[in-house]
C-alpha cells in the first residue's frame, strides 16, 4: 500500500467554482502534513501545512482527520491562477516526507 | 535568498557517461534530500542525508551515488548514465523535527540519449 495516496484527476473547473481535493496516508505515526503547489515544470512549492484544528488562507482551507487518516484541501472561488498539481505531502518518522503522485487542477476562463 | 541551489538546469549525456549534479543550501538544514520525478508521475526518493557525512538510500538508488562532507552541499554522481535515468532530478532539504517543512531546488533535467 502506498504511504499517501489521492486522486490524481484531473479536475477541470469554471472559474470561481470551489473544488476540493482529498488525500489518504497509511501510517498512523505520522506527525507532519502538508499541502504543495506544483506548476508545469517547475519545483513543487508549499502551499499549506495542515493541522487537526484545520487552516484557513484565504481562498484555501486544509483540513486533517487523524481518526480517519485523510487530509483534505478546499479551494473556493477558484483563479486562473490557482491551475497547477497539488502534492499531498506527509512527515513521517525519521524525518521522511511521503508525496502523493498529485491531483491536477486546471481552471477554465 | 538562495534557499536550495541546484546546477545545472539541463544536460544532455550519452549513455555510458558519468557526471555529478550540484546541490547547495544556505539554510543550515540538517537534512537533505535527492528526488527524481519522471514525466507525470510522483516523486521518488533516491538518496538521503541527516547530516554531514551522514547518507541513506532511498527508494531507487541505483545507478546513483552520493557524498555529504558539508552541511551545505549534497552532490548527486550519476555513474554509467542509462536511458532510464532520463528525467528531472529536485534536490531538497529541511529541518528535522516536527511541523517543519522541505524546501526543494529549481530542478535539473537530465536526458541520457
Known amino acids: 500500500r502506498k504511504e499517501v495516496e489521492q486522486d490524481p484527476g484531473p479536475f477541470n473547473v469554471p472559474e470561481g467554482a470551489t473544488v476540493a481535493f482529498n488525500c489518504t496516508y497509511s501510517n498512523s505515526a505520522s506527525q507532519s502534513f502538508f499541502w504543495y503547489r506544483q506548476d508545469c515544470r517547475k519545483e513543487p512549492k508549499l502551499l499549506m501545512s495542515v493541522y487537526s484544528s484545520g487552516n484557513e488562507d484565504g481562498r484555501f482551507t486544509a483540513q486533517l482527520n487523524r481518526a480517519s487518516q485523510y487530509i483534505s484541501l478546499l479551494i473556493r472561488d477558484s483563479k486562473l491562477s490557482d491551475s497547477a498539481t497539488y502534492l499531498c505531502?506527509?512527515?513521517?518518522?525519521?524525518?521522511?516526507?511521503?508525496f502523493g503522485t498529485g491531483t491536477s487542477l486546471t481552471v477554465i476562463p | 535568498n538562495a534557499g536550495v541551489t541546484q546546477t545545472p538546469k539541463f544536460r544532455i549525456l550519452k549513455i555510458g557517461q558519468s557526471m555529478t549534479l550540484q546541490c547547495a543550501q544556505d539554510m543550515n538544514h540538517n537534512y537533505m534530500y535527492w528526488y527524481r520525478q519522471d514525466p507525470g508521475m510522483g516523486l521518488k526518493l533516491i538518496y538521503y542525508?541527516?547530516?554531514?557525512?551522514?547518507?541513506d538510500k532511498g527508494e531507487v538508488p541505483n545507478g546513483y551515488n552520493v557524498s555529504r562532507s558539508t552541511t551545505e552541499d549534497f552532490p548527486l554522481r550519476l555513474e554509467l548514465a542509462a536511458p532510464s535515468q532520463t528525467s528531472v532530478y529536485f534536490c531538497a532539504s529541511s529541518y528535522s523535527g516536527f511541523g517543519n517543512t522541505i524546501y526543494f531546488g529549481e530542478g535539473s533535467w537530465l536526458t541520457v540519449v
Open positions: 542525508s541527516v547530516g554531514a557525512g551522514i547518507t
Open positions: 505531502v506527509v512527515n513521517g518518522q525519521g524525518n521522511q516526507f511521503y
